[in-house]
């Protein structure tokens, strides 16, 4: 059996080195030895000198790329004397802070709201709320506590007889919300040490201030500022084993609790933050909402 193959095919056969052995006939290609010797003459090396180099472009080296280096933060001194600063000058030295890096992001300071008070006066509050940092929304409006978990924190103060704006009367009352830091983490990340640290003498001088009868730290960065020194505990264990126990800050009662944003999350837990309103308010009947 032969192969039917045209001349095109059998070049490529050769240039393949492939034999194939072709029947003696007038119109059969040429034998096999001349078939050899012409492979063997189209497989001389062609000398360097025959043939132009042939060079192969090469994309140019480029650096891998690099991560954006993170914004240097600003650290400039913050105003001296914060422990001796009256309410309107706590608020003038937290609006134009730039002690660290946020002060590059923020589009508002976020001081804090609460009783209704003359300008520049401290409210009158028995209750203090302390959150972590502000959100998006009250970055935007300057004051804590706006968005959803806002809504969610105003039903929990209205189920105990309270409002953000409400004044304190004979029967008690009074509420100052306000947060471990002025202005809003990019993204709302979590806070930083370095950027707690620069905040955390405004919170305690804004605490000094209001003297508030009882503190509810809501959250684990709320917990971590104002129980470093009194619960060192609170840096290795949960915030649920933290609940269910007063401690206090400074003086002041502090009853931990979750975050509301947490108890959007997980509405399972409300009933346990209702527990610790129900206990922060047990503390204040028993020692006297007004004393």
Known sequence: MTLDLDARQRAMLAEMGVRVWWPETPDAPPSAEAAR?????????????????VSVARAPTSPPPSTPPAATPVVSRRPDGIERMDWA?????????????????????????GAVAPEGEVPQVDWMIVGEAPGENE???GEPFVGQA??????MLKACGLSRHGVRTADGGGVYIANVLKCRPPGNRNPQPEEVAQC??????????????????MGRFAV??????????QATLPLGKLRGKVYAYRGVPVVVTYHPAYLLRSPG??????????????????????D
Request: proline letters at 6%; a positive charge.
């Open 224 to 233: 971590q500022s104002l129980l470093a020194q009194s619960a060192p505990e």
């Open 269 to 290: 837990e409300k009933a346990k933050a209702w527990a610790d309103l129900c206990l922060a308010m047990a503390h204040l009947r028993g020692r006297g909402a007004t």
């Open 150 to 155: 806002g809504k969610l924190l105003d039903n």
């Open 89 to 113: 000058a706590l608020q003038a030295a937290v609006a134009g802070c730039e002690a660290c890096g946020l002060c590059q992001t923020r589009k508002r300071t976020v001081f804090g709201v």
């Open 139 to 141: 970055d935007l409006q």
């Open 200 to 217: 955390e003498p405004y919170l305690q001088r804004q605490i000094e201030l209001l003297r508030p009868k009882i503190i509810l730290a």
């Open 37 to 53: 010797a012409t492979s063997a003459t189209a497989a001389q090396p062609v000398s360097a000198s025959a043939a132009p180099p």
